[in-house]
């Protein structure tokens, strides 16, 4: 499910670290990936892409031009795990894609009604290791691609 007018996917590697001292009085200190943090913001929100990674269902009623989508929270919910693609232009033709393969919102949806002002939707959460793909993958593109389907 896409994000339609989708604006920034931050990500902050989430890394444990470790320092052992030497027997000369130095330190050795071990750094490694434990998972990564996201956040997600966009203009407008995808009551679709909502339900999807909140396990609820988007429940579509009626014919263009008065068709209504509906999302309902109920007490309890779990959250499921899903993936995220997300994509940056380059200077000229390339793009870089980061695929996260196995994330979980850990930070709800917010946003904010208000007179005159268009809706920003932002939530966050954590990616981790799928077992296949790892915690994330990075692939750049010389010329640039759109993101898979799935």
Known sequence: MDLPAGLVLRFMER???????LEDGD???????DAVDWELEAGGISLEAYALMTGRTATVAGTTPTRTTTV???RGEQYPWFKIYGRSLGDGADDIHCRLARCKVTRALQGEFGHGKFWISKCGGIAVDDGTNGVYVF???????ALPAS
Do not use: I
């Open 72 to 74: 309902a929270g109920n």
């Open 27 to 33: 330190r050795e200190v071990y750094t490694r990936l």
């Open 139 to 145: 692939v750049q593109h010389e010329t640039g691609e």
């Open 15 to 21: 890394v444990r670290t470790e320092e052992v001292p």
